[in-house]
């Protein structure tokens, strides 16, 4: 059955833009074979995203959206606080338990190369998230909840590298166990 492609140029631009720097790399890839993958002409690109730059600033932030969505349904399925923070973890455990699970998109992208957008970006990001979890400690109770969420948010890092660097699926779990022991110590005693 044949895949619908994206309806407008802009979406079709950064599908293609998607697919292909997430998997070969920002800079690796050239603009040419983004442009061709999307079937647009060049002067799409740029009145669309301004230059290549433009282009890996949108990628990044669909990505920020897409991660966001997918962390809010992990959230939402649980009721109780604790679960909900935990529910982080539950979700990256499905991101990089996908086959084509390439890492962090954000890291991987200002790893390869610090390109107008990609820093601003990854920034945004990386404050998002620790915002998350500094919000769900403090849904949780727990006294010092910028502490715990900056804690989280090295253990999201250190799996989503590992599950990338080292081909090792496990490291979620092991990261969602040791968020599950640091957020027990902090919760308040019942």
Request: aromatic share 8%; hydrophobic share 45%.
């Amino acid at each position: 059955m044949p895949v619908d492609l994206p309806s407008t140029p802009q979406e079709r631009l950064l599908t293609a833009a998607d697919d292909l720097f997430y998997r070969e790399g920002v800079h690796t890839v050239g603009i040419d074979r983004v442009i061709a993958a999307a079937g647009v002409a060049k002067a799409t690109l740029y009145s669309s995203f301004g230059s290549k730059d433009g282009l890996i600033a949108a990628y990044l932030e669909a990505r920020h959206r897409e991660i966001g969505e997918g962390i809010e349904r992990a959230i939402n399925r649980h009721q109780s606080p604790r679960d909900r923070l935990l529910g982080v973890f539950d979700f990256l455990i499905e991101l990089s338990s996908d086959p084509a699970y390439q890492g962090c998109a954000f890291a991987n992208a200002t790893a390869e190369a610090h390109a107008a957008g990609t820093g601003m970006a990854s920034d945004a990001y990386r404050k998002w998230i620790r915002g998350v979890f500094t919000d769900l400690a403090t849904q949780a109770g727990v006294m010092n909840a910028r502490v715990l969420g900056r804690q989280l948010h090295l253990l999201w890092d250190g799996a989503a590298q590992s599950a990338r660097m080292d081909d090792d699926q496990q490291g979620a779990w092991a990261a969602r166990a040791a968020a599950a022991v640091l957020l027990d110590a902090t919760l308040p005693a019942t």
